[in-house]
């Protein structure tokens, strides 16, 4: 009733607000016509005294205008009075719209409350109902279960006794193919088995032998590779010194001419000194086994031939000052003749050893060929043999699987025998349960015979039994059928009581629905607010999101600095490095120019050696008359010291250019250096 004195209280104050309003229009209406009487009063007083026309005009000009401003207000404060009616009008029935629906909602509410409290009593009638049937399903299953008890306890008496009788059974079915010959079976068996676990051990010991005979096969085989690549080596190796056999005796040939003995008495003794030593060192490659007279004697006749080129040696390193005077030249002429004769014979001889040492030697290989050959020989016919036994082994490998498979075939047959006996069994089991039906049935005509004398008179006493018990049954229906009118009774109330509960059920379900109506905008508010946290779970996942990932870049930042720092400090070695670099550059610039001051000095001792040599060619003009081996000894020393000043004037232009490699190398890494500086620098 509030709202709807607060409505009315609303709608009075408007009304008077109306009644203001009209009366402020009706005031200035009246004010407007005063002042109209006050301008016409002083005009028509002033009419006989001759006013001008043009001010009574501009006075109803003014008249005109002062008339148009109410005449166009007082249709909008119509509009406005209207529109304030209906606010009043659509005010107080809202108010009575709500009053009403208050009523009826108390008086639904009413109705509520008194189907709740026959839903809350029905409902206890129903429980009370729930109880009484629990209690008679439980009744139920008491009798249920001490029935099932009793069914179990007779089949685990049954079976007890089955069991019993199938355990004598078997023991007869037992004895009954003991009896029959199974001992002779089981005996064939067992000695079945047992050679068939001695064909296995056989077999396992036969395998074992084939993978020990593939070992030694595999090992013949590996002998027979490496002996026939030892035997190309040999060979390829006798073919070798062969050739240099025939070339040293091709130079051996040369240096019987006599035209070249002066200068077969400088070239053969290298020739020879090369060849000697690569010839021996390959004989006492292959002489491993020999005898060490031969090591001896060639090792005497290397030192002889060392001796006579050292002599040789000495005496041409002899000074200039030996060519003073010709008694001199003469006496070193013939002792070098001397000396060359000697090396000459000491060659021819070395070369007559060698041969026959190489032919020795190829006839043990020879031998060793032959050996090798009959090796792989006999390789050959132990693989043969090696076949041979596998073959052997297979065919008993055969048979012993025709025998496992007969084993397998007369178990099969013992175990069709064993099932016909069961079978056979079986069937004598049925027969003794036919049987002691029989006997059952027999003892059971026997006793009723015996027992019928008994019956009659226990016939007379059940009939008076039964004569009660049939009057009895007669008051029980009597009962039943009064207990059938109450029941009637009670099913007709029970309908009304149904009709009325569901009326009420039909008002509870419209509060239900009004119920449900509101719970389905509090699930939306619920849903509303869930998408609410929804967004702040999110916005705090980002929030977290956006922690780690500065957490994250300050890592990447504090490992940018580390990695900074490293660079930092891989710049300063490579600052030192290349101060190391640039003291080596210096002291490799300071090396080549020595190296050019020495190449410089070079060629003026090569103009000096050349200055010699003319002035040599002069002396030998003069002493041409001395003899012409002279002059020749003369030019080939002079020739000899320009090679070496050649030789070494190549070494030094080699070393120029190793160096200038080197300083070209080191500007290139000096440049890398400076190039990563200026990219770290711009990095930084």
Same mark, same amino acid.
């Given at each position: ?484 009118? /109450?029941?009637? $009774? &009670? !099913?007709?109330?029970?309908?009304? @009581? %149904?009709? =009325? *509960?569901?009326?009420?059920? +039909?008002?509870? #379900? ?24 929804? /967004?702040?779970? $999110? &916005? !705090?996942?980002?929030?977290?999101? @956006? %922690?780690? =990932? *500065?957490?994250?870049?300050? +890592?990447?930042? #504090? ?28 002291? &490799? !610039?300071?090396?080549?120019?020595? @190296? %050019?001051? =020495? *190449?410089?000095?070079?060629? +003026? ?80």
């Amino acid at each position: 009733m509030d709202h709807g004195s607060w409505w009315k209280r609303g709608s009075r104050e408007k009304s008077s607000g109306e009644s203001e309003s009209s009366g402020s229009v009706s005031s200035f209406s009246e004010k407007f016509s005063n002042e109209l009487e006050a301008i016409r009063a002083p005009n028509h007083a002033q009419s006989p005294e001759g006013s001008s026309i043009d001010d009574v005009k501009d006075v109803y000009e003014t008249l005109k205008v002062l008339t148009r401003k109410p005449s166009a207000t007082l249709p909008d404060v119509t509009v406005k009075e209207d529109l304030v009616k209906l606010h009043t009008e659509v005010a107080e029935e809202a108010v009575l719209g709500w009053e009403v629906a208050k009523a009826e909602a108390a008086a639904l509410k009413q109705q509520l409350e008194a189907s709740l409290h026959k839903n809350a009593t029905l409902e206890d009638r129903v429980s009370q109902l729930d109880e009484a049937l629990k209690e008679c399903v439980r009744q139920l299953r008491q009798s249920r279960e001490k029935q099932e008890h009793k069914l179990q306890e007779a089949i685990i008496n049954m079976t007890h006794e089955f069991g019993s009788q199938k355990t004598e059974f078997e023991k007869q079915l037992d004895e009954l193919p003991a009896q029959s010959g199974d001992n002779c079976l089981q005996s064939r068996l067992q000695s079945v088995e047992k050679e068939n676990g001695f064909l296995k051990s056989e077999l396992l010991a036969q395998s074992e032998k084939l993978n020990l005979q593939k070992l030694e096969i595999e090992i013949c085989n590996q002998a027979a590779e490496s002996a026939s690549k030892q035997h190309l080596q040999s060979i390829k190796k006798i073919a070798k010194l062969e050739s240099e056999c025939r070339r040293l005796q091709a130079v051996t040939r040369k240096t019987c001419s006599p035209l070249d003995h002066f200068d077969s008495m400088e070239v053969l003794p290298s020739v020879d000194n090369s060849w000697a030593s690569a010839l021996i060192a390959e004989l006492d490659h292959f002489k491993h086994g020999k005898a060490s007279e031969r090591d001896l004697t060639a090792s005497s006749l290397e030192i002889d031939l060392m001796d006579d080129f050292l002599e040789m040696e000495r005496l041409v390193a002899q000074p200039e000052a030996s060519y003073g005077t010709s008694n001199n030249y003469l006496k070193a002429d013939s002792t070098a003749d001397s000396v060359s004769d000697k090396s000459l014979r000491f060659e021819h001889e070395a070369l007559h050893i060698q041969p026959s040492e190489l032919q020795k030697k190829v006839e043990k290989m020879e031998y060793e060929k032959a050996q090798l050959e009959m090796s792989l020989a006999e390789a050959q016919n132990q693989l043969i043999l090696a076949a041979d036994k596998l073959i052997d082994l297979e065919n008993q490998l055969c048979l012993a699987d025709e025998s496992k498979q007969a084993a397998v075939a007369e178990a099969v047959a013992l175990h069709e025998q064993r099932n016909e006996l069961e079978c056979q069994r079986v069937m004598a089991s049925s027969a003794v349960t036919t049987l002691k039906e029989k006997l059952y049935f027999l003892q059971e005509k026997l006793e009723k015979r015996t027992s019928s004398a008994e019956f009659e008179g226990k016939v007379e006493t059940l009939e008076a039994i039964r004569k009660e018990l049939q009057s009895q049954l007669d008051s029980a229906q009597l009962q039943t059928d009064q207990l059938r009118e /109450l029941v009637s $009774l &009670l !099913e007709g109330k029970l309908e009304e @009581e %149904r009709t =009325l *509960s569901a009326e009420y059920s +039909a008002k509870a #379900e419209g509060t239900e629905m009004a119920r449900k109506d509101l719970e389905i905008q509090l699930t939306s508010v619920d849903s509303e607010l869930e998408k609410l946290n929804k /967004l702040i779970a $999110l &916005l !705090e996942q980002e929030l977290d999101e @956006e %922690r780690l =990932l *500065s957490g994250k870049l300050a +890592a990447r930042a #504090e490992t940018a600095e580390a990695a900074r720092n490293s660079l930092v400090s891989q710049l300063e070695l490579t600052h030192s490095e290349c101060a190391r670099l640039s003291d080596k550059i210096l002291h &490799l !610039e300071d090396e080549v120019e020595k @190296e %050019r001051i =020495l *190449s410089a000095e070079f060629p +003026a001792k090569y103009r000096i050696l050349e200055e010699e040599l003319s002035r040599m060619k002069e002396e030998g003009q003069v002493w041409r008359a001395t003899g012409s081996n002279g002059e020749v000894k003369l030019g080939k020393e002079k020739e000899k010291v320009l090679a070496v000043a050649a030789v070494g004037l190549a070494e030094c232009q080699k070393t120029i250019a190793s160096l200038s490699q080197q300083l070209r190398s080191l500007t290139c890494i000096d440049g890398f250096l400076l190039e990563t500086e200026k990219s770290e620098d711009s990095g930084g």
